[in-house]
């Protein structure tokens, strides 16, 4: 099942753009995020906050270095959902879930959680 997820879609893209600070602009004042972050080995990283959080989440990651790609998406009422990739060179480096609860009348982000991993891949079918 895949449903349009607009927010989703446009932060991804902005995140794999020359500018992925743009996504600043998606966010509530009230916003609150989670990205867990596996390199694969037990090895992994929790970036959480606020604004403040994602500016530091930001700052830290390579930009224009990987691409997310989201297979399977749904949205239920104000929540928005997906299944992703991320690619680098082409080539698979980590799976992905995505939560976002959205604000109905803006459109932006409230709360983003975000789930990575490279030890398991999806082989969907289309």
């Known amino acids: ?38 390199k694969g080995d037990s090895r992994t990283a929790e970036f959480c906050g606020d604004r403040a959080g994602l500016v530091g989440y930001l700052e830290q990651r390579e930009k224009n270095a990987l691409v997310h790609h989201l297979l399977r998406t749904a949205a239920v009422g104000d929540v928005e959902l997906g299944l992703g990739t991320v690619t680098r060179d082409g080539q698979f480096e980590a799976s992905f879930n995505v939560t976002a609860f959205v604000e109905p009348a803006s459109g932006r982000c409230r709360r983003l959680l975000i789930c990575r991993t490279p030890e398991i891949a999806f082989p969907l079918s289309d």
């Open 1 to 38: 099942m895949t449903t349009e997820t607009p927010l989703l879609e446009a932060w991804f893209a902005t995140m794999d753009s020359d500018e992925p600070e743009r996504v600043l602009e998606k966010i509530t004042d009230d916003f609150q995020m989670s990205v867990v972050f596996s």
